[in-house]
């Protein structure tokens, strides 16, 4: 993947978990902050709590009418979840696994 590439799912990662104090927008901020912690130091305990927050507010976010834009906060938080589930498979996330 091109550093422009990375550059741009950052911000567009960060854009969407700011965009508001919604649910949809918390998931992403936890599913961030899980995969951060588990990447840094390894802390799975907090890391994992910080995974429960995340599903707990898709769950919380999905009882209503999703619009577009939280379906799309809905699909980025699952794949940063789907990424921190195969860096825990491995017991650490690979570099290139990484955003």
């Given amino acids: 993947m091109l550093d422009s590439d990375r550059d741009e799912i950052r911000r567009l990662l960060l854009q969407?978990?700011?965009?508001?104090?919604?649910s949809s927008s918390k998931a992403i901020m936890d599913s961030i902050l899980a995969l951060a912690s588990l990447h840094r130091n390894g802390d799975q305990s907090h890391a994992t709590t910080?995974?429960?927050s995340a599903i707990r507010a898709l769950i919380a976010s999905s009882g209503r009418?999703?619009?577009?834009?939280s379906a799309m906060q809905h699909i980025a938080s699952a794949i940063l979840?789907?990424?921190y589930e195969v860096g825990t498979s491995f017991k650490y996330i690979k570099p290139e696994l990484t955003f």
Avoid: N, P, Q
């Fill in 65 to 69: 009418y999703v619009c577009c834009a």
């Fill in 16 to 22: 969407m978990a700011f965009r508001d104090d919604s």
């Fill in 81 to 83: 979840l789907s990424i």
């Fill in 50 to 52: 910080l995974k429960g």
